[in-house]
């Protein structure tokens, strides 16, 4: 009895017959049935679903190609297994492909499970998930559905008929509207990260209330509010801030509206907010600020360049103390943002005192940015002053830039040795110094000081250059304050650049830098400063935990 061509029994006798079909009808099976279960991947609701099942389907497949039994397989000329085999692997391929064109569409599936947002809406409605968790959206929903102390939430989001809706505020009357609906009206930028009208109208912000017709870089409005038992714990945790004679303002007014400065602690640039790289987080940190009237209406604040102006002075380290546009965006980005650690120093200020502060960043809203001298530190500390809070923000060049390496106690294993060894150094050479100080007469001194002076303003203004304190990006011709002006640490300047002329040199000034980190040392002094761990997730860090009050 000779061997059938095509047949289905395995073939054992080696004649010539059986050479190009299977030897092994259980593998053919199971090639082909793992080729129709990837095809038909593409009919699931999710592409989480499908890069999910994908992975469980190749490891499937090394099971059987790896299988001693079936390894044969491949080492023979079998060409209709090896034909099969082919278009298997291929059909992986192609579905890997799908996934890789859908792959903005894939993020935004894994962003919103990872959030902790519901799987269930996400197979019922995936296209308004892919458009609202790819979006900045996303997190300011996330971070007000986490904050227990807004005066009567509403569900932001919901689910009704299959479709998942979006709270829409307009004239003062709120509906939910379906996402798929909403985007004919609304356009995302993701350079930028706005909504906007498809008409070019107005944009849109997503508050407490929903969607708002006011973008982000428009006006300056309340974006959540509080209750009357969480204003008055915050008000009263402010109050401690001030002395007991300070706790009226200089005017006699009571102190009941507040104002907090924000930092929020996370990883950055890829770097771990931890062991070596915690000074360089820090420095580079970003500082916000945040206000509450009297009806506990929360106002906040904090400046951010457009996707242009960013590239054009972070894009390098040659480019870093650049000059560009930046607005003004309401609430600041970093606070609706997830977090590792967030501080909060809160102080009291009077409804006066509030009026004052909303003023100045109201005529504060556009500014001309500079990473070393007009950043979110300075405006901070001006924001501040005008409630007679005093923050010091300026350390020369060289003292900013230490700070941001690592200390020696943070470098593993010989870190803690080295630091004691320093430690030790520096008490000898301190000591020596002193001597040595003691010993010269003042007319000697007084020369070598102003020699170091200088050589050390200098090193400083060379620095300023190195890393592009000459560079620019042009301002704003439409804005009415666009002429060059001094850097005035005192205010708010409008100027073209840093490094204007070879004279400024010898110009003491610029090598001070407004530092983030001088702010966060502030804040660390202040008995009002308040640390909020991340814990459940993103939320709005507004009244101190319990054992802060």
């Not at 000779?2 to 593998?27: K, L, Q, T």
């Not at 209709?80 to 085999?85: D, E």
Request: charged share 25%; net charge neutral.
């Amino acid at each position: 009895m000779s061997c059938r061509i095509g047949s289905s029994v395995p073939c054992y006798r080696g004649c010539g017959a059986g050479a190009n079909e299977f030897v092994d009808a259980h593998v053919q099976q199971q090639l082909t049935n793992l080729q129709g279960r990837v095809l038909d991947l593409r009919n699931r609701p999710t592409f989480r679903e499908v890069e999910t099942e994908l992975h469980t389907l190749e490891t499937e497949m090394n099971t059987v190609v790896n299988n001693p039994d079936h390894r044969r397989e491949f080492q023979s000329k079998n060409s209709s297994y090896h034909r099969l085999a082919g278009e298997v692997k291929a059909t992986f391929t192609q579905l890997h492909d799908y996934l890789h064109q859908n792959s903005d569409k894939l993020k935004a599936e894994k962003k919103w499970i990872e959030l902790g947002f519901s799987e269930e809406w996400l197979k019922a409605d995936p296209a308004s998930v892919h458009f609202i968790a790819n979006t900045g959206a996303i997190y300011s929903i996330l971070t007000l559905k986490n904050s227990p102390d807004l005066l009567d939430p509403e569900p932001l989001l919901s689910l009704e008929n299959g479709q998942i809706s979006v709270l829409v505020k307009e004239w003062d009357e709120s509906e939910y509207v379906p996402i798929q609906e909403f985007q004919k009206r609304v356009r995302y930028e993701e350079r930028d990260d706005i909504f906007i009208d498809n008409e070019g109208k107005h944009g849109w912000n997503m508050t407490q209330w929903g969607f708002v017709p006011k973008g982000r870089f428009e006006g300056f409005e309340a974006f959540a509010q509080i209750t009357p038992e969480a204003l008055k714990t915050v008000v009263d945790h402010g109050k401690t801030f001030w002395s007991p004679e300070q706790q009226k303002d200089r005017n006699g007014n009571e102190r009941n509206c507040v104002i907090q400065v924000t930092a929020n602690f996370k990883s950055r640039m890829g770097l771990p907010r931890t062991g070596w790289a915690k000074n360089a987080i820090e420095t580079f940190n970003h500082i916000g600020i945040r206000v509450i009237d009297p009806n506990g209406k929360v106002y906040s604040f904090g400046y951010e360049m457009t996707d242009e102006n960013n590239r054009a002075t972070f894009k390098s380290f040659k480019t870093f103390c650049g000059s560009a546009n930046a607005l003004g965006a309401w609430p600041d980005f970093d606070v609706l943002r997830p977090f590792e650690d967030c501080n909060v120093t809160t102080a009291a200020i009077s409804e006066e005192g509030f009026n004052k502060v909303k003023k100045f960043i109201e005529e504060n809203k556009g500014c001309r940015f500079n990473s070393i001298k007009q950043n979110c530190a300075k405006h901070v500390s001006l924001a501040c002053k005008e409630v007679d809070i005093d923050i010091p923000i300026y350390q020369d060049a060289f003292e900013y830039l230490g700070g941001a390496l690592p200390s020696l106690s943070q470098i593993p294993v010989i870190g803690k040795p080295l630091s004691w060894v320093a430690k030790v150094v520096s008490c000898v050479a301190r000591a020596i110094f002193k001597v040595i100080q003691f010993i010269t007469p003042e007319i000697i001194k007084l020369p070598f000081r102003a020699v170091w002076k200088s050589c050390k303003t200098v090193a400083g203004s060379l620095l300023a250059l190195i890393l592009g304190a000459n560079k620019m990006k042009p301002r704003d011709p439409t804005d009415p304050r666009n002429q060059e002006d001094v850097i005035d640490p005192a205010r708010m300047s409008s100027f073209s650049k840093v490094f204007r002329s070879w004279k400024d040199l010898f110009n003491p000034d610029i090598s001070r830098v407004a530092s983030s980190k001088k702010v966060m040392d502030w804040q660390r002094a202040q008995r009002t400063n308040a640390v909020h761990h991340a814990g459940v997730g993103s939320r709005l860090c507004i009244v101190p935990p319990a054992q802060a009050v």
